[in-house]
Structures are given as structure tokens and as C-alpha cells.
């Protein structure tokens, strides 16, 4: 069962976070990819400009997840290049650490650490990977648990939350290390349908806000109301991208066509 809640906002509706920068938050040219003989993406080319909105969609294995995976250096690529905020991205440790301090990511599934509270899980990495002393950290965390409301769960265990709940932690924690982009890879396919609308409607805050966002979903409710492009994608490529007005209501592909008809209700 898939939620359908809409969003309004202005598309041109801008924060504090958006950025005044012309150059591509993201910038990905001619990249491909190879699972052994199996080419996963092909020659993908795409832009995200600082404070744009995008919505990844298309059927499973279509490489959308994997792309997404690549601009922040959790999965390599043979050929191409991606930039992030104009530093290339490559496997050198270097390069690596300097795209993911600008780069967050929430996943399907929540990843929290069970042993650890809340505001313990939206500390860890401030304390030990960036040494941020310890009061500093958890004002810091409280401020994003705030964010995505839900302030009093900071001394709960992951497991006494419910799953909406817990992905909300996920995308405050995310946050607690100031990322410039915020990567979403179905950040909803593993709830329940009642708690879909709670997780949306905290990216929708996001974005708000100015946040560049690319988020792989099957929600087009959200999609049609958040995005300012989106992008389909079929067999490892990118088919069509469009503002949603258009790729709702008259795709140029049949692809696009297709999917749309078995999708959208």
C-alpha cells in the first residue's frame, strides 16, 4: 500500500540552507558501472543545481539506488566522474572524506545503533570521528531531534520507537554533521503505511528549507509535491527527467508512459 499525501509548496520557496552558488551541487558526466559482467549504469549524465529538489523513480533494478550510492562514494564506478561542490570524487582517502562531510545519506533501513539512546546514536559520529566535545554534540543533536520533532524520544532506546520514529532519528542524525546534500534511498519502503506520512512529511521540512535533495522513491504523492525535477530511469539509464507537472501529466517516453500507468492510481 503506498501513501499518497501531497505537500503544497512553492517551488521557488527558499531557507536559510539554500545556497547562491551557479555551479552543480552535483555534477555526474558519462559515469558506468559494472556488477562483473553486468552493466548496472550506463553512461549516466546528470546535474543538481544547489537548493534543487529531485526525485529519483523508476522499476527495481533499475539502478537508481546505485547511482545515488556512487555520489557519495559507497559504491565505486568504472568510468566517468562525479563532482560534489566542485571536488571530484575518487577513491583516494582524501577526496573521499571531503565529499561525505558535505554529503548525507538515510537509507531504507534505520541503522540505529540499539545499545545506544537517541541523542547517544546523533552523537557518536560528532564525538569521534569529528571531536566534538560532548555538550557542544548534544546541543547540536537536540537541535536536529527538534528538527524532525521528536525531542522527547533523545533518551529512548531505538527499539522502544516506532519505525517512523526511528527513521526520523536516522535523518537527524544525518544532520547533526551539517551536510550540504541530503541523499534518500526509499526512505519509506520498510514501514508501515500509517507511518510513511510522518517520514515525508519531514523531508518535505527539509526541503522547505532550501536543502539540495535527491531522493529515490515510489511515492509520487511526494514526488508530484516536493520535487522540482524528476528522473526516470530504466535498465541503468536516465529515460526522461522533467518538472512534475510535466512528467505526470504528459511524459514524452512510452517507458515513462507505462510506469506511470501501473504507479499512479
Given at each position: 500500500?503506498?501513501?499518497?499525501?501531497?505537500?503544497?509548496?512553492?517551488?521557488?520557496?527558499?531557507?536559510?540552507?539554500?545556497?547562491?552558488?551557479?555551479?552543480?551541487?552535483?555534477?555526474?558526466?558519462?559515469?558506468?558501472?559494472?556488477?562483473?559482467?553486468?552493466?548496472?549504469?550506463?553512461?549516466?549524465?546528470?546535474?543538481?543545481?544547489?537548493?534543487?529538489?529531485?526525485?529519483?523513480?523508476?522499476?527495481?533494478?533499475?539502478?537508481?539506488?546505485?547511482m545515488i550510492r556512487c555520489?557519495?562514494?559507497?559504491?565505486?564506478?568504472?568510468?566517468?566522474?562525479?563532482?560534489?561542490?566542485?571536488?571530484?570524487?575518487?577513491?583516494?582517502?582524501?577526496?573521499?572524506?571531503?565529499?561525505?562531510?558535505?554529503?548525507?545519506?538515510?537509507?531504507?533501513?534505520?541503522?540505529?545503533?540499539?545499545?545506544?539512546?537517541?541523542?547517544?546514536?546523533?552523537?557518536?559520529?560528532?564525538?569521534?570521528?569529528?571531536?566534538?566535545?560532548?555538550?557542544?554534540?548534544?546541543?547540536?543533536?537536540?537541535?536536529?531531534?527538534?528538527?524532525?520533532?521528536?525531542?522527547?524520544?533523545?533518551?529512548?532506546?531505538?527499539?522502544?520507537?516506532?519505525?517512523?520514529?526511528?527513521?526520523?532519528?536516522?535523518?537527524?542524525?544525518?544532520?547533526?554533521?551539517?551536510?550540504?546534500?541530503?541523499?534518500?534511498?526509499?526512505?519509506?519502503?520498510?514501514?508501515?503505511?500509517?507511518?510513511?506520512?510522518?517520514?515525508?512529511?519531514?523531508?518535505?521540512?527539509?526541503?522547505?528549507?532550501?536543502?539540495?535533495?535527491?531522493?529515490?522513491?515510489?511515492?509520487?504523492?511526494?514526488a508530484r509535491s516536493i520535487?522540482?525535477?524528476?528522473?526516470?530511469?530504466?535498465?541503468?539509464?536516465?529515460?526522461?527527467?522533467?518538472?512534475?507537472?510535466?512528467?505526470?501529466?504528459?511524459?514524452?517516453?512510452?517507458?515513462?508512459?507505462?510506469?506511470?500507468?501501473?504507479?499512479?492510481?
Amino acid at each position: 500500500m503506498t501513501a499518497t499525501a501531497c505537500f503544497p509548496m512553492s517551488h521557488k520557496e527558499t531557507g536559510s540552507m539554500n545556497e547562491t552558488s551557479h555551479a552543480p551541487a552535483i555534477e555526474i558526466t558519462g559515469m558506468s558501472k559494472w556488477f562483473g559482467s553486468f552493466q548496472v549504469l550506463d553512461k549516466i549524465d546528470f546535474a543538481v543545481n544547489p537548493g534543487e529538489r529531485i526525485v529519483v523513480c523508476g522499476p527495481s533494478g533499475s539502478g537508481k539506488s546505485t547511482m545515488i550510492r556512487c555520489i557519495n562514494g559507497l559504491e565505486t564506478f568504472q568510468d566517468g566522474r562525479i563532482t560534489v561542490h566542485g571536488q571530484e570524487l575518487t577513491q583516494k582517502t582524501r577526496a573521499l572524506d571531503s565529499v561525505r562531510k558535505s554529503v548525507g545519506m538515510v537509507f531504507q533501513q534505520f541503522n540505529l545503533f540499539p545499545h545506544l539512546t537517541v541523542l547517544e546514536n546523533c552523537t557518536l559520529a560528532q564525538r569521534w570521528v569529528h571531536k566534538v566535545p560532548r555538550t557542544v554534540a548534544e546541543g547540536i543533536a537536540m537541535e536536529q531531534l527538534k528538527k524532525v520533532r521528536i525531542p522527547e524520544q533523545a533518551h529512548k532506546y531505538p527499539r522502544r520507537l516506532s519505525g517512523g520514529q526511528q527513521q526520523r532519528v536516522a535523518i537527524a542524525r544525518s544532520l547533526c554533521l551539517r551536510p550540504r546534500v541530503m541523499l534518500f534511498d526509499e526512505p519509506t519502503s520498510s514501514l508501515d503505511p500509517e507511518m510513511v506520512r510522518e517520514v515525508l512529511e519531514t523531508m518535505a521540512d527539509l526541503a522547505r528549507e532550501g536543502m539540495t535533495i535527491i531522493c529515490v522513491t515510489h511515492e509520487m504523492g511526494f514526488a508530484r509535491s516536493i520535487a522540482d525535477r524528476i528522473v526516470f530511469m530504466d535498465q541503468g539509464r536516465i529515460i526522461e527527467e522533467a518538472p512534475p507537472a510535466e512528467f505526470f501529466d504528459t511524459p514524452r517516453q512510452a517507458r515513462t508512459q507505462k510506469f506511470l500507468e501501473q504507479v499512479v492510481r
